[in-house]
């Protein structure tokens, strides 16, 4: 047999074994079919069970965990932490919080917040965090015949750093809000000064700062009388307040989210 019949006589065999209906495997194009219909029936059948088995990790109550059934204590939470979220959202009057007060841009970093403007070649920086800050606006109003006592509004008046730099030279006053009780007979004062502080370059546990307390009277007003000159005002301090509470809602809504999501394990 000469080589070119060979080669033809192989090459007629891998065809046959290469074309089903030939070699008899499968007889019919409904064969075809139904192989493909398997092939594909298996492919489906095991995302399934994979769907399955992702499903069989998910919290049954809906919240979308895959850590499985929640435990008591974690359903009861989770279930008011979103009732909870609800209100507060109801009650939250500001929705987004300003970039800046009277001129003041406003710059947050977590619970500190940082207020600055420049004037000259002065620069003017008012700081102060919202971190128990918040205490009702009125005392409350307590009867005998009273379930709960009725609450003021909550506002935040934290304690607040001014810092004035020209230069080198920063001039820092610590004050804080003044309560209802606490103002001065003729005074209206909303703020006052608790410490006064001077020095150059980076503030140090060395540099000098005097109370408030024991200010001249005068010298005390003068300080207040100046402060006022710069913008920061009885008016300013209360828009100061409102920019607070607005700010310390908004974050107590975020832990709350944050409180929710962690404990439905999402």
Same mark, same amino acid.
């Given at each position: 047999? =000469? ?6 006589? %192989? ?10 209906? %030939?070699? #008899? ?7 075809? %079919?139904?192989? /493909? ?17 992702? @499903? ?13 059934? @929640? ?15 609800? /209100? ?22 977590? /619970? ?16 102060? =965090?919202?971190? @128990? ?52 007979? #003729?005074? =209206? ?52 307040? =409102? ?24």
């Amino acid at each position: 047999m =000469n080589n070119i019949l060979k080669i033809t006589l %192989r090459l007629n065999g891998l065809r046959s074994l290469l074309n089903p209906i %030939r070699n #008899g495997a499968l007889s019919s194009t409904n064969q075809q %079919r139904q192989f /493909a219909r398997n092939i594909w029936y298996m492919s489906n059948t095991q995302n399934d069970f994979i769907k399955e088995v992702e @499903h069989s990790q998910l919290c049954s109550c809906g919240c979308g965990s895959k850590r499985g059934a @929640h435990t008591k204590a974690e359903k009861e939470l989770v279930e008011f932490l979103t009732e909870e979220i609800l /209100a507060e959202r109801k009650a939250q009057k500001v929705k987004t919080i300003p970039a800046e007060i009277s001129g003041f841009k406003a710059n947050l970093n977590g /619970a500190e917040v940082t207020l600055s403007k420049v004037v000259g070649d002065e620069t003017i920086k008012i700081i102060f =965090n919202v971190n @128990h800050s918040v205490d009702s606006d009125v005392e409350p109003e307590v009867g005998e015949n009273m379930d709960k006592p009725e609450l003021g509004e909550l506002k935040s008046k934290p304690s607040f750093k001014i810092e004035l730099l020209r230069g080198q030279t920063t001039i820092s006053l610590l004050c804080s809000f003044v309560g209802t009780n606490e103002q001065e007979e #003729g005074y =209206n004062d909303v703020f006052g000064i608790d410490e006064i502080s001077i020095y150059d370059g980076e503030w140090n546990e060395n540099v000098y700062s005097v109370s408030g307390e024991v200010l001249d009277s005068y010298l005390y007003d003068l300080l207040l009388n100046y402060l006022e000159e710069k913008g920061i005002s009885n008016e300013f301090v209360e828009k100061l307040s =409102n920019f607070s509470t607005s700010y310390e809602h908004s974050a107590y809504i975020g832990l709350l989210e944050g409180l929710s999501k962690f404990v439905a394990g999402k």
